[in-house]
Structure formats: structure tokens, C-alpha cells
């Protein structure tokens, strides 16, 4: 992997394709056994969560069903202004079903907060947010993700689904700012 120039900034190799791969797949045999019969209802959040996404259902045995909601705090920006924005939203029964909402990144946590409670309205049978990539020095929300891939520290990185001012979702590796 080499640095890549997204727009004006420039992004150096973080977390590579081989790596991700192999994480994401322990994360789908650690979800296999805790919902085998189960067919759990994924949530990935758009539009960062959709290449995970991809990558983990197949390699996944639970028979999942996979809805897309969109929710939005960064705009273009590079830091969460923590309003939520929902311009697309989740059409699908929820009452008695165990919803896995799927995130790219967990930074702030307010995204993963006002989910979180969204769907406990709805009585799911259970509800748990997984994420390819955490910021814990980040987190101010009350929720914490249930599975994590990567922690990281709190610096800025696109690639494998995630962007900069919608640039480098398809890169396939991580990526962080070069200082």
C-alpha cells in the first residue's frame, strides 16, 4: 500500500485489505454462534457500512435479512457536528427481531446513541451495534459498540467504504491523514 491524494489532503496506509479480511471474518464466526436460528436483521448504515457489510454477510450462516438506513452527522466535514440527519430511513418490521446495526466507524458515539435508542421503541428482540472501526479516546455517548474490528486512535481515515468529502470509499485498505 501506497500513500494515496485524496482532494487536497494525503492519506497514508493504516490497516491493509489481508487484515481486514481476517478480522472480518473471526467477527462473522463469533456472530454465527450467537445467532445461529436467530436470522437477525442487519442495519448497515449507509454510506460508509456498505463494503463491511458485503464482506461480512458472506460469511455469514444465519440466514441475516439486511435493510440500509441512512443517518448522517458529518456532512463533508472531518469531525461529527453531532446532528443527526435521516434521509433514509428503515421500512421493515422490528418488534421481537435481533437487530445487528452495522457501523463503519464509532467515533463520537451520538450516531450509535440515537440508534440505539430508535430501535429499542420498536421492541426488538435484542439490539447490538458492531463496527469495523472504533475511536474510544472519541467516545462521548452512552452506548458502546457490542463488537469492534479495529480500535483506533482519533484520526481521520477513508478508505474500504469510508470518505472524505465523498472521495476514497474504494480504496481497500484503511487509510489515516498524513500528519
Sequence with gaps: MEDVRIKDKTFTPYIGEADLQHRIKTLARELNE?????????????????????????????????????VSSYGN???SSGNMKVPLGLETEIRGRHVIIVEDIVDSGYTCDYLMDYFQSFEPASVIIITLLYKPASHKGKYKPDYVCFEIPPEFVVGYGLDYAQHGRELRGIYRLKA
Design 34 to 70: 450467537v445467532y445461529l436460528d436467530k436470522h437477525p436483521l442487519l442495519v448497515p448504515v449507509l454510506n460508509g457500512a456498505f463494503l463491511f457489510t458485503a464482506d461480512l454477510i458472506r460469511e455469514m450462516n444465519t440466514g441475516p435479512e439486511v435493510h440500509f438506513i441512512r
Design 77 to 79: 466535514e472531518m469531525t
